[in-house]
């Protein structure tokens, strides 16, 4: 079993910053892709950013390219995302998942953190 817990949502401007982390804790000697998806009330969960074990390989939507890096730090077993020139369009609750992956697809993790919101308003 591996436990995710998602930090640092918050309320910004449009054009803001913010930078997400996600801590796993468990079974965290196996190595595990994560990734970062998002939900709005009334849609399904959208696929953000996902990176491999490694960190070699990342993979982001087309809507936040350019705009959100997703890393991370095996030895403090955390994922991160940072969110630049962030639009009100990316306001939703971001969650963390770990699976053996990369994946796109949300319904391929087995593990996912509590969420985290993030609202974008002026």
């Known amino acids: 079993q591996v436990q995710l817990v998602e930090s640092g949502g918050d309320s910004v401007q449009p054009g803001g910053s913010l930078r997400l982390s996600c801590v796993a804790s468990?079974?965290?000697?196996?190595?595990?892709?994560m990734a970062w998806f998002r939900r709005t009330p009334g849609k399904e969960r959208e696929f953000v950013a996902t990176?491999?074990?490694?960190?070699?390989?990342?993979n982001y939507a087309d809507s936040v390219k350019g705009r959100f890096t997703i890393s991370r730090d095996n030895a403090k077993n955390t994922a991160y995302l940072q969110m630049n020139a962030l639009k009100p369009e990316d306001t939703a609750v971001y969650y963390c998942?770990?699976?053996?992956?990369?994946?796109?697809?949300?319904?391929?993790?087995?593990?996912w953190g509590q969420g985290t919101q993030v609202t974008v308003s002026s």
């Open positions: 990176i491999g074990w490694s960190g070699a390989v990342k």
């Open positions: 998942a770990a699976d053996s992956g990369p994946y796109r697809d949300y319904r391929l993790y087995k593990y």
């Open positions: 468990g079974r965290t000697d196996s190595r595990y892709s």
